[in-house]
């Protein structure tokens, strides 16, 4: 196994927002979801990791550039008591800016079992294309 795929192996704890990224407006901590980021020629796909959010707990805004996510998860019912933890519940936060090659009006979201994919349609003045020798 070479060192790259030991890397991808390695178990990371959950990132809190840091005082210097912004104060968060709603109680509790809020955490730095992990993001995979693919593109190909159609679109740019970021897909988020954020356990313990529903469709409804999540908020998508794209203002003046930049894409912000915001993912509150409820803590668990009062009558559950916890046998063995190994993270705190909290929120997600994460901020992203978006270039001209990115057509805001079409970017499209899914939640599943935790994972959140936003497809980031290119523009098509921005998509590669194949010039035809005449």
């Known amino acids: ?34 993001v995979n980021i693919i593109e190909d020629n159609e679109s740019i796909t970021l897909k988020a990791d954020v356990p313990g959010a529903t469709k409804d707990g999540i908020d998508i805004d794209v203002r003046e550039g930049v894409l912000t996510l915001t993912a509150t998860v409820e803590p668990p019912p009062q009558r559950l008591r916890p046998v063995y933890r190994e993270y705190e519940v ?28 936003l497809v980031l349609p290119k523009a098509e003045e921005a998509k590669p294309r194949k010039i035809e020798i005449k």
Do not use: C, H, W
Request: glycine share 10%.
């Open 1 to 34: 196994m070479t060192d790259k795929e030991n890397k991808e192996l390695e178990v990371q704890s959950k990132k809190t927002l840091e005082k210097s990224e912004g104060e968060p407006t709603r109680e509790g901590v809020m955490y730095v979801p992990y």
């Open 90 to 117: 909290g929120g997600f936060t994460r901020r992203f800016t978006l270039g001209e090659r990115i057509d805001q009006s079409r970017i499209n979201a899914s939640l599943d079992d935790g994972v959140l994919t």
